[in-house]
């Protein structure tokens, strides 16, 4: 196909927002659209492309992905492998594991499923994935897998690849729409919701195939055919300044983006203001570069705030992140991808594939190795009293931790039952609160596992804090356990250990709402012990500003606990006088170190666990039952 330079240059339009913004650069507030026209360039490249070898009679399938291994896999694989290493050597065992979960998924060009499925919840207490960025890349593999069968299907029918294109550009864009709204995660990361805008870029190619030109000559006045492009580019820009992260994306709104850089693309000649600008020098080799630009910016920004945040300021690493971003892309396409494109390295097919398929399965491995805890982090191993991070909450029974705990209301596991449900001084005991409380499950339930005459089980719901300010989470599943703790039967459960995150949820509201949080809460526990059910509640723990395992590493981190809220004082004695025990905790600062007891800022490992009841002054089975 005809080279346009102005094409390379667009890419540069689309990679810079995206970097800029990510690394806190306040330029764009929608800098993420960047992937959005690289959606469409890709759909109209791609299409031309194909088209192009169908009229030629030259089309092959094999011929196709060899492209596309040359083009995407070399520098895939070196960041992935080059970002893995690092993250081997800086992570904490669960933070490395992460990573090692998405080279299994990279590597399976899954990246988006894997990011659909994992990144929600724990995105408030932990970093972005480092290669997170990664699954627009994933997107654009699943499209190229199916696309060129329908090229060629449709190759001696134009008319009707044309109407298929519009037809599922509508659907497509018609469900992002809907599904937006519903399954706001699912929509953004996966292929049914993003298949217009590529399908925007081949329609494009379409037109311009009609045409027979690469420019849009059937306009045949060429002010009005610049007017248009000028037009579509100033609202391409425009689009980077008015969405923002409050939008439902992808959505309506994403066609504004999207149908500028179609209009753009198909309509734009070489004598347009905007194409001279975008063919200048500066802007066609960041084009060239884009790729690596996009692999490198995510990951180098991840791994300098995993060291170095807050010890840098956020401007200092915005500014870090791009410029070592630059160096390694340029030494990335210079050493890399021209290699590998000019047939200088793995010049033949079979090669290539041979490369590109050990690479993968050795990528695959790698990442098989570490989901199983069979490759650990140097952390660990520069460091012994940090193993408790590889420790994993023992349940009895062959029970999982996702048995007893979910985001919605229905999770319950019985860990253990009574042989004799009707003897005398039997006792039930309900675990409840939300992801602080499942740090509890197993430390209680060794405690309480030779007792006969007690029952333990546990309902946990993340995220949930039991109180009306949450009552709206996760579809209204917060108010729903809340309701369920409420309407237990004395008969059934004759106690309940309730505990929270109360820190992490009344440090975020204003006075008032958290008296009207906590009488709340002094409302469920009444309740409770109207119906006779002993109610004990653990008390609160430290919260940190960082990661304590992670200030032990990188000592110039400081891991500071935040502010307890005094409030919270006057409820535990006001719930003491209602009849709840309350197991204050001692200062677990003076007795123990942080970094020896939590996983993350605010949860606790299998060990921690332990020493934070034995905090609490609950060694024994009679510190809980003796009450």
């Known amino acids: 196909m005809r080279y346009r330079a102005e094409i390379d240059g667009l890419r540069a339009v689309a990679v810079l927002p995206v970097i800029f913004f990510h690394a806190g650069l306040d330029l764009f507030s929608g800098g993420f659209v960047g992937v959005d026209i690289f959606f469409v360039i890709s759909g109209y490249l791609i299409t031309t492309i194909l088209i192009e070898d169908v009229e030629r009679g030259r089309f092959s399938l094999l011929r196709f992905y060899e492209k596309r291994a040359r083009r995407i896999l070399p520098a895939l694989i070196v960041v992935l ?67 060129p069968l329908l090229v060629f299907a449709f190759r001696r029918r134009p008319s009707e690849f044309t109407i298929f294109l519009l037809i599922t550009f509508v659907c497509s864009l018609l469900w992002a729409e809907f599904a937006s709204r519903l399954y706001p995660v699912s929509t953004y990361y996966l292929l049914p919701s993003r298949f217009w805008e590529m399908a925007a870029g081949a329609l494009v190619a379409q037109a311009t195939r009609s045409n027979g030109s690469g420019n849009g000559s059937m306009v045949s006045f060429s002010r009005f055919r610049d007017a248009i492009a000028g037009a579509a580019f100033v609202c391409l820009l425009l689009s980077y300044f008015l969405i923002d992260e409050s939008k439902r994306y992808p959505s309506l709104v994403t066609a504004i983006p999207v149908l500028s850089t179609a209009a753009f693309i198909y309509f734009c000649s070489e004598r347009n203001f905007f194409s001279h600008f975008l063919s200048t020098k500066f802007m066609v080799y960041i084009g060239k570069i884009s790729y690596p630009l996009y692999l490198w910016h995510f990951p180098v920004l991840i791994l300098i705030k995993y060291v170095y945040e807050p010890f840098l300021s956020s ?29 200088r390295i793995g010049a033949t097919r079979t090669s290539i594939f041979a490369l590109a398929s050990v690479s993968l399965s050795l990528i695959f491995v790698a990442g098989l190795l570490g989901h199983q805890d069979k490759l650990m982090a140097r952390s660990v191993l520069a460091a012994p009293e940090l193993r408790h991070l590889t420790e994993k909450a023992a349940l009895p029974n062959s029970i999982t931790m996702d048995q007893c705990a979910a985001r919605d209301s229905s999770a319950e596991c019985q860990i253990s039952s009574l042989e004799n449900r009707d003897g005398k001084g039997r006792r039930h005991l309900l675990i409840s609160g939300d992801s602080f409380a499942a740090n509890l499950i197993s430390p209680v339930s060794n405690l309480l596992v030779h007792e006969d005459k007690v029952a333990v089980s546990a309902r946990i719901t993340y995220a949930c804090s039991f109180m009306p300010s949450g009552f709206d989470q996760w579809g209204g599943e917060c108010g729903k356990a809340r309701q369920k703790l409420e309407e237990i039967d004395p008969n059934e459960i004759t106690d309940v250990l309730f505990h929270i995150n109360f820190v992490g949820r009344l440090i975020e509201l204003e006075d008032k709402e958290r008296v009207r949080n906590l009488d709340s809460l002094t409302d469920l526990f009444s309740k409770l012990l109207s119906k006779g059910v002993k109610v004990q509640i653990v008390s609160h723990r430290d919260i940190f500003s960082q990661e304590p395992a992670r200030s032990f590493i990188f000592p110039w ?71």
């Open 81 to 147: 492998c080059t970002i893995a290493f690092i993250a081997w050597l800086v992570m904490l065992p669960d933070d490395f594991k992460k990573v090692t979960d998405q080279l299994i998924s990279n590597a399976a060009f899954l990246s988006n499923v894997h990011y659909t499925l994992t990144w929600g919840y724990f995105e408030s207490w932990a970093l972005p994935p480092v290669f997170l960025n990664t699954w627009s890349l994933a997107v654009e593999e699943q499209f190229y897998l199916f696309f």
């Open 315 to 343: 401007l200092v690493i915005g500014v870090l992140t791009i410029f070592i971003t630059f160096l390694l892309s340029v030494a990335t396409y210079v050493f890399v991808e021209l290699p590998f494109r000019e047939r």
């Open 557 to 627: 981190i400081k891991s500071l606990p935040l502010n307890v809220p005094d409030v919270l004082s006057e409820y535990y004695r006001k719930w003491e006088m209602l009849g709840v025990v309350v197991h204050r905790r001692s200062n677990l600062a003076k007795s123990y170190s942080p970094h020896l007891m939590y996983s993350d800022i605010g949860h606790l490992s299998p060990q921690g666990s332990e020493m934070f009841l034995e905090g609490l002054g609950i060694v024994t089975a009679e510190d809980l039952l003796s009450l």
